[in-house]
């Protein structure tokens, strides 16, 4: 057989057509085509590669949900966010939307966790959702280290908090993971001075802040997310500041600028530019209600991923 190199465009379009059709419609390996092929298994899978970058292999992925990609290209040119999944919530239950997030989110996560990540991670229901199907559907063998970005909360449901989504996420995945010993806000900034110079809080900050994925949702200050945790009269003042969401601890206004108040003194967890300087920052939300929070949190610049049902996204927009 003449030499690969010195093919005409034409042949060369015949020959990699021919090793795709070996290797898609007769499910051959590619150590068997190269043996046919008398050529090197490593050759065979340029080829593929070649065949699929010039349009002689068109793969397409038929996923089990409902995307509406006209609203997610939408979204992507209105906020110069890098990806969007926007789930179908038309017609059907909270039940059943929290489910196709979850599904959806457990797809996208597997499709970019690779071996020695490190992954961080927020806490609240959304992702208390996504990590239980991941666990139950999704199990892997990846060495990851998953770790929380925030301190701990004092809420009713503990499996809801950082530390056991972490655990949990961690071990879904077959890895490994570290917590920060700490609450979320401390009584003043001395005490959180002396806290994160602990040699185990400290280290598992410095994973957090150099996390590969954050996987993360936002909260919203007009519908009180939090209120509970941070008492009606934190939340009055934040709102006469003009913050608008909540994401890791840290409140912003619509433009996504943070809020300046004495919580920031006292949070122990990552910071705002931590957020904006993590490859990718994954954030998944659904309802009209946290459209406005979602908003912020793009025109700041620190989501990479958005997750999200269609009636997030309309409200968006």
């Not at 056991?164 to 920060?180: F, N, R």
């Not at 601890?249 to 619509?254: K, L, Q, R, V």
Request: aromatic share 8%; with cysteine.
């Amino acid at each position: 057989m003449k030499k690969y190199e010195n093919m005409t465009v034409q042949e060369k379009w015949s020959i990699l057509a021919t090793v795709a059709n070996l290797y898609y419609n007769s499910e051959m390996t590619q150590n068997e085509i190269a043996d046919r092929m008398y050529t090197s298994r490593s050759k065979i899978s340029r080829m593929l590669k070649e065949a699929r970058e010039l349009g002689i292999v068109e793969i397409s992925i038929k996923e089990p949900w409902e995307r509406d990609l006209n609203l997610e290209k939408e979204i992507q040119q209105t906020y110069g966010v890098k990806t969007v999944r926007a789930v179908s919530s038309r017609d059907i239950s909270k039940e059943q939307i929290t489910s196709r997030l979850s599904e959806v989110s457990a797809y996208y996560l597997d499709s970019v966790v690779k071996e020695k990540m490190v992954v961080g991670i927020s806490w609240g229901n959304t992702l208390y959702h996504i990590v239980k199907y991941i666990d139950a559907n999704n199990k892997k063998n990846i060495p990851i280290t998953v770790v929380p970005i925030m301190g701990a909360s004092n809420v009713k449901r503990p499996e809801r908090d950082a530390m056991d989504l972490a655990k949990d996420l961690a071990s879904a995945y077959g890895g490994t993971y570290q917590y920060i010993y700490a609450p979320l806000f401390v009584k003043n900034k001395e005490l959180k001075e002396i806290l994160i110079q602990d040699d185990t809080i400290k280290t598992a900050l410095q994973l957090a802040q150099n996390a590969d994925v954050i996987l993360t949702s936002v909260g919203s200050v007009e519908y009180k997310t939090w209120e509970n945790y941070l008492g009606e009269s934190t939340f009055h003042l934040l709102g006469n500041k003009g913050a608008i969401g909540h994401i890791g601890g840290h409140f912003y206004d619509i433009n996504g600028k943070e809020i300046n108040t004495s919580l920031n003194d006292r949070m122990i967890g990552i910071g705002y530019d931590d957020l904006e300087r993590c490859k990718n920052v994954v954030c998944v939300a659904y309802g009209e209600a946290k459209a406005a929070a979602v908003a912020g949190a793009l025109r700041g610049g620190f989501i990479n991923t958005l997750i999200i049902d269609s009636a997030c996204g309309e409200k968006l927009l």
